[in-house]
């Protein structure tokens, strides 16, 4: 207002045009990307909400029963179960993936073709879809599959890969490691790219060892991106579904059964989608939840070696 009021009446109409244009074209342009957003992610989350509240086959008119199914879910032992190999495969698979990927990527860092084969060849399976991949392991992990064929001829019993409970959780994080992992050898390869030579520099005048070198200065400077990582792992692995399904199917007598698995194959399958749908809302949550958690704690980190 002060900026127009040694304006004339016209120069304050055309600044005020001006802006007016400058608005509408703002809006012009975030327009269609707050609709699409809207229809595709605030539109479905409210409906999921509702649903989450509502005991419905998927077929009849949907009935409110308030918090019914979230109580129900912390009382079905088929969840308690389920969350617990899902919290395995998580804990697990994220350590894993993050911490072999990061050797990995460590061992690979120089640039040469050999180095550019090897990084190749672990990002490889990233790029095939995982319930092909679980087909086949399953055909490799079998009671009759390549492995126990093998063994057979040597007279030795077949290994009960995907048949025994704990082998079969095992051989689960295994093959979901074994994909996985490529993905953080690529983002962290990435990551070592932007240390600046002159801290390498400097370790190697003060007689760091290339250990000494890797987990003091490398480690820290790409700390932000192993953050990332661990976040995208960790989400990633709570929504498991896919090999579990190729691999596993959920068994032998739940063992591998993730909740994603269980919400997908068990619950809507029994035409249970409003207590199926409170599942989803409360899969989400804790996703969200400890992504902000991981999140937070690496900020508190840096701020503690920063002295902020």
Known sequence: MVELAGLSGAQRHGRRRARLRETAVSLGMIGPAVLLYTLMTVVPVGVALYLSLTDWDGFSTAAFIGLDNYKHLFDDPSSTDAWYVTALVAAFGTVLMVGLGLVYALA??????????FRAVAYFPHVISALILGYLWAAILGTNGAINNTLAKFGIAPVGFLFDETFALIS????????????NVVLFVAALQTVPAELLEAAAIDGA????????????TIAPVVTVATVLNLVGLIRAYDIVVSLTGGGPAG???TFTYLILARSFEGTKVGYATAQAVFLMVVSAVLALLVTALRNRQD???TGG
Not at 108 to 117: D, E, Q, V, Y
Not at 173 to 182: L, N, P, S, T
Not at 209 to 220: E, G, K
């Open 108 to 117: 690979l860092k120089a640039k040469s073709r050999t180095n550019s084969f």
């Open 172 to 183: 689960l994080i295994a093959v979901i490691v074994w994909a996985g992992f490529g993905f």
């Open 209 to 220: 060892s290339r250990r000494q070198t890797d987990l003091r200065v490398v480690i820290p």
């Open 255 to 257: 063992s591998t059964q």
């Open 303 to 305: 701020q503690a070696a």
